[in-house]
DNA sequence: TATTGTTATACTCTATAACTATA
DNA sequence: TATAGTTATAGAGTATAACAATA
């Protein structure tokens, strides 16, 4: 019998080993999960100035100053000067980030996929994904 | 309409955020995840090898040195001496730990929970679990 | 020769605080 | 005086490799 407050407990000790599995999949690749998040927000909405990427993902500006770093001397991404406000800096993806991004997304979406296939029926993943979607919310 | 393709996408982005909030919750009451799993285990199942640690939660023996390492100094955790093998050392809690760890089940079981709460109904929480439940099968 | 754990070294991800350049 | 970003510093969590002690 499963009773509601057994799911934190639950939640935590399933995911931490899945998101970690996942993490070590993507590294494989090259791209940690926190840099494609970025690449990807990039690859979407264009070249961003790094404050704005800081309030977007809740992290502060010198963990931005880092990420931007590690993308750029890996070649996936650039910083530009903002041509409205000369202190502050667009980071653009660049072609080989595209790519990149694409190559990741693959094989770490892919892996994902594939995880949950082997554990749930299509039923099951699709009452998954909407129970996602109540979860994601913003609260 | 939520196809079976995009769980995998969504499960990345609600977990990433949702453990995140909860190891912020953890490091305030002053235990992270890592440290917490370690303490749970000895606290379950006593004073043991670190090599059957590392063996255990798939991390490096230097990664056991390290957390270990990092509860001894806080009071939480001591090295013994293995009485049937010189190289090796059992990691035992302490009664601080136990009070710790007590203490901080609590509180980000709690969180969770009432993180969960907010955002799913009774029924849905219990899907989740039985979800949840077929996830946890190590494969 | 193999195993247990530590030390040395390094990388990622996160933070706060002090600083520089610009607004 | 306030904002954008970097530098300095720090700590957790992870890794590999070299090493000492012991088996």
Redesign the pocket.
């Known amino acids: 019998m499963v009773t509601p407050e057994q799911v934190g407990e639950r939640y935590l000790a399933v995911h931490h080993r899945m998101l970690?599995a996942v993490?070590?999949e993507m590294?494989g690749c090259g791209?940690?999960?926190?840099?494609t998040k970025l690449l990807r927000r990039l690859h979407e909405q264009g070249p961003t100035?790094?404050?704005?990427?800081?309030a977007d993902?809740?992290?502060?500006?010198?963990?931005?100053?880092?990420?931007?770093?590690?993308l750029e001397?890996?070649g996936m991404a650039e910083?530009r000067p903002?041509p409205?406000?000369?202190?502050?800096?667009?980071?653009a993806i660049t072609d080989a980030g595209n790519a990149k991004l694409d190559e990741a997304l693959t094989v770490h979406l892919e892996y994902l996929d594939e995880s949950l296939a082997k554990r749930l029926t299509e039923n099951e993943r699709v009452t998954l994904a909407s129970l996602l979607t109540k979860l994601n919310v913003a609260r």
Chains 1, 2 share one sequence.
């Open positions: 970690r993490n070590d590294l791209l940690s999960m926190a840099r100035r790094q404050n704005v990427l800081a993902f809740g992290l502060s500006p010198h963990s931005i100053t880092d990420l931007v770093d590690g001397r890996m910083r903002d409205t406000d000369r202190r502050a800096k667009l980071v």
